[in-house]
């Protein structure tokens, strides 16, 4: 005899609901000797913020300031990593650059325009990650002049894939100092001085 199921409850929405979203459990002190797996956003706990090359940067800058990033992945119309985009490039010198070379407005300027394309950008293993230090990492955008660096690691079908993202803004937040965005130590001596104030 099959089993009979009894229909559950139902009610409607309440105002001004949300909704669950992954979420990264980061520590909030660290030091340089901590793993560095402890500071990177890994991505199979955490969504991606992501944003289409066609799209404005306009559109790009909202997408960051409701979700609370520097950085966003540009995705084709297959999901697949374009490039990225960060707050940098918006405010920097990039739009000028573009309305420059092509003409047009501001509010004309897409992604596509500023992004950091896919064939230019430096990754970081998940390997060497797992067994590097938070000072790795420091040192890493320090040397590379980048407020971010990616993450890859290869998926089931052994295709690389974007896995984490290290920001420097949250480093700092997570070391306990102070470091402003447009601001990028240039010794690894300077990071050492603010962590010792």
């Not at 956003?41 to 969504?47: A, C, F, G, Q």
């Not at 060497?128 to 890493?140: K, M, N």
């Amino acid at each position: 005899m099959p089993k009979t199921y009894a229909a559950l409850n139902s009610s409607t929405l309440s105002p001004r609901t949300s909704f669950a979203q992954p979420v990264q459990a980061t520590p909030e002190c660290v030091d340089l000797d901590n793993p560095a797996l402890v500071v990177m956003t890994d991505l199979e706990r955490v969504s991606a913020v992501l944003i289409r090359p066609d799209d404005t940067i306009r559109e790009a800058n909202l997408r960051m300031i409701q979700r609370g990033v520097r950085l966003l992945l540009v995705v084709d119309e297959n999901q697949m990593v374009a490039g990225l985009i960060t707050a940098n490039d918006i405010s920097g010198e990039k739009p000028l650059q573009a309305i420059t070379e092509r003409g047009g407005r501001r509010e004309d300027i897409v992604v596509r325009d500023i992004m950091t394309p896919q064939d230019r950008l430096d990754v970081l293993d998940l390997q060497d990650v797992r067994y590097a230090r938070v000072g790795h990492i420091v040192a890493t955008l320090k040397e590379s002049v980048r407020q971010h660096a990616v993450v890859v690691d290869v998926d089931a079908n052994g295709r690389q894939r974007v896995r984490g993202l290290f920001s420097l803004t949250q480093i700092a937040r997570q070391l306990g100092i102070v470091l402003h965005t447009s601001q990028i130590a240039h010794t690894f001596s300077e990071i050492e001085t603010l962590l010792m104030h």
